[in-house]
C-alpha cells in the first residue's frame, strides 16, 4: 500500500490512501495521483487482505494498523469519498 502511495504522490502514506485503494478494491481500477492502479494490483490488495482478515490503515501515533473488516467497513460508510485522493493532482 506504501509503494502505491509512493507512485501516485511520492508519499509515503498519503491521507486517506486505504480509503481510496478500498475504493478501487470495491469498484475497480483509477488513478491514484500519478499511478494507474490496475487489475491486478487490486486482486493483489484483495488476496492479501482475505488472507489477513483485515486492512490496514495509517494512525498517526502508532503507525500502520490491521483493521477487522466489520470495523473498517464500518469506518468506509462514515468516510467523505472526497477525503479519497483519487484522480490526478492539480499542478
Not at 1 to 12: F, K, L
Amino acid at each position: 500500500m506504501s509503494d502505491i502511495s509512493e507512485d501516485g504522490w511520492a508519499a509515503g502514506w498519503m491521507d486517506g490512501l486505504e480509503y481510496a485503494l478500498w475504493y478501487m478494491v470495491l469498484h475497480g481500477p483509477a488513478q491514484y495521483g500519478f499511478k494507474f492502479v490496475d487489475k491486478q494490483t487490486i486482486l493483489q490488495l484483495r488476496y492479501f487482505s482475505e488472507q489477513a482478515r483485515c486492512w490496514i490503515m495509517f494512525d498517526d501515533a502508532i503507525g500502520e494498523v490491521a483493521i477487522s473488516f466489520p470495523d473498517w467497513e464500518t469506518m468506509f460508510q462514515k468516510a467523505d469519498p472526497a477525503s479519497f485522493y483519487l484522480g490526478m493532482p492539480n499542478l
